[in-house]
């Protein structure tokens, strides 16, 4: 087995032709696409997302036991979380519990684009570099 899987999703202004079909609703949510079948993930889910200018998600949602954190890198828009509402732009990052009640919409005038990670809340045992190791070689890079 690799130790590497890979995908290219291509340039950001071609999301919006992905289209991801929830079982409860009839049309297609366009611009989002999970890796976690492209990717082989086993311990998260990731997603890559774009919402047009102007446009809100239409429900709220929460997670039995999924987290999630939004990574927004590109326009701007405003989120909620329990009926607490904040303004989300380039650069920001948002993590949601399990139980939060979430939704979010673009009040920009581009698209607002984001990642979202989604794993078990309370399974991660490091945080930040505590689970690497240097190796003893160098790293060769073929001129």
Known sequence: MSNVRRFEAGPVSG?????FKHPRF?????????LGEKLAL?????????????VAVPFLHRHRHHEEVYIFLAGEGEFQVDGERFPVTEGSAVRVAPAGERTWRNTGQTPLVYLVVQAVEGSLERHGIDDGEVLDRPAVWAR
């Open 15 to 19: 999301w919006m032709t992905w289209g």
């Open 26 to 34: 009839s049309k297609p949510a366009p611009g989002k696409l999970f």
């Open 42 to 54: 086993n311990g998260m889910e990731v997603s890559l997302n774009t919402l047009p200018a102007g």
